[in-house]
């Protein structure tokens, strides 16, 4: 009987102070529940992300039956996520689906601590001084005065592009009037006289509407008008006989029975 009696003394002693450790636990980590990660398939395990996302970096994996600390959820794109952290290392924390864990904690999710942290980051590089402007490369800019840097070899490039092109357009619209056009290139072979060898002839074309008129003009004075159409010879302003045979691209024409010239596509029709 003092047995009994000393045993339930004992009882009545002990039993407040489970009591009063509650508070001590609820202080600790308030709104923190106890989870088990349950649900998954066979040897599957739960990704534990850095961030409430599906693509979030995965920082841990848990297997059925881990026990997580569960600080709260929050829905991202209408799908529940719970903050957690595993019971027996510390070190891993991250987000689960909620789905995965029981029971769910009703607790609203607090925020991360790397918000606050990019933002007070944000706000001390905005507090920091500005590296002056870089002064321009010219001394005379800079000055506000002087002579003008010279022309770069870039800008020197690009204005004889732009002459070339202009020449080009002009030599083109020249080829296409009746203006004649006077070879550059020392003329075209030519003989006029029966065992003369052949020598050089000025010359000068004039085109249009894709026909062409060759006047070439003698050393010893004279001319001879050859004209071109349909991309041949097609006669003189002799009324001798006309007559040519081609070779590649070159046009080798007899008039009467001592005229003779060699005159190319290139020249006459400018291709």
């Known amino acids: 009987m003092r047995r009994e009696v000393a045993l339930l003394s004992t009882l009545l002693i002990a039993a407040p102070l489970p009591l009063a450790a509650l508070p001590a636990l609820a202080e600790e980590a308030p709104g923190m529940i106890i989870s088990i990660v349950g649900g998954l398939a066979p040897e599957d395990l739960l990704n534990i992300r850095a961030t409430a996302s599906p693509g979030g970096k995965i920082e841990a994996r848990l297997p059925n039956g881990a026990a997580v600390k569960n600080y709260g959820c929050k829905a991202v794109n209408n799908y529940p996520w719970c903050k957690v952290e595993d019971t027996q290392d510390a070190h891993i924390t991250g987000w689960a689906p909620a789905r995965y864990l029981s029971p769910n904690n009703p607790a609203p999710a607090p925020e991360d601590d790397a918000a606050p942290a990019a933002e007070a980051s944000s706000s001390q590089e905005a507090d920091l001084p500005q590296p002056p402007e870089a002064p321009p490369p010219d001394i005379g800019a800079r000055l506000g005065g002087g002579e003008p840097a010279p022309p770069s070899a870039a800008d020197i490039g690009r204005t004889a592009m732009q002459d070339a092109y202009a020449l080009a357009f002009a030599a ?16 075209i072979p030519c003989a006029r006289r029966i065992g003369q060898p052949m020598t050089r002839c000025e010359v000068s074309v004039a085109r249009k509407d894709g ?14 008008v050859i004209t071109f159409h349909g991309g041949q010879p097609a006669g003189s302003d002799s009324p001798d006989q006309f007559r040519f045979t081609r070779e590649g691209t070159l046009n080798m024409i007899r008039v009467g029975v001592s005229e003779r010239f060699e005159i190319t596509d290139a020249l006459a029709l400018g291709e």
Do not use: I, L, M
């Open 172 to 187: 083109s619209t020249a080829a296409q009037s009746d203006t004649p056009a006077p070879d550059t290139v020392g003329g």
């Open 211 to 224: 026909d062409s008129t060759v006047t070439v003009t003698w050393p010893d004075g004279g001319a001879r």
